[in-house]
C-alpha cells in the first residue's frame, strides 16, 4: 500500500472508531428520543399530581379517579402521547396518592424530577402525600 493512502484510512477509521464510541457511550437518537417522551411523561405527572392537590384543597378529599373537576382543570392529559396508554392513579390512603407511567429509561429519573414525590422505579410510579 503506497504510503499517501495510508494516512487517510487511518484517518478514515479513527473518524469512524470516533462516531461509534459517542453513540455507543451517548445511546444515540433513539435513546434522545426515549429520554424526550419521558420527559413528556414526567410533565404529565406533575399535571396530574397538581390536579389531584387542587381536587384534595376543594372537597378536602383526594379525588377516586382522575376526572376533570371545575376549577381545578378539565384539559388533563389522561394518556401517554407516544403509546396512548392510560396513566395510572392509585389512592393509597386519605392523604396519599401514586402516579404511574410506563418509563421507558426509569434508570436516568430521580425522585427530584416530581417534587414532593417518592420515585419508586421498579413500578414507574410516583408517591405523593398530601399535607
Known amino acids: 500500500m503506497r504510503r499517501d493512502t495510508l494516512a487517510p484510512l487511518l484517518i478514515g477509521a479513527a473518524v469512524i472508531a470516533a462516531i461509534v464510541a459517542g453513540l455507543t457511550i451517548t445511546g444515540g437518537p433513539m435513546a434522545a ?22 381536587v384534595a384543597e376543594v372537597t378536602d378529599n383526594l379525588p377516586t379517579a382522575l376526572a376533570p373537576v371545575d376549577g381545578c382543570g378539565t384539559d388533563l392529559p389522561l394518556v401517554d402521547r407516544a403509546t396512548q396508554t392510560p396513566y395510572r392513579y392509585d389512592v ?6 401514586r402516579l404511574c407511567a410506563s418509563f421507558e429509561r426509569p434508570d436516568l429519573i430521580t425522585e427530584y424530577e416530581v417534587a414532593g414525590a417518592s420515585w419508586q422505579p421498579d413500578a ?8
Open 124 to 131: 414507574g410510579c410516583f408517591a405523593f402525600t398530601r399535607p
Open 92 to 97: 393509597l390512603s386519605e392523604t396519599g396518592f
Open 33 to 54: 428520543r426515549a429520554e424526550k417522551r419521558d420527559m413528556a411523561r414526567l410533565a404529565d405527572l406533575r399535571i396530574l399530581a397538581s390536579f389531584a392537590r387542587c
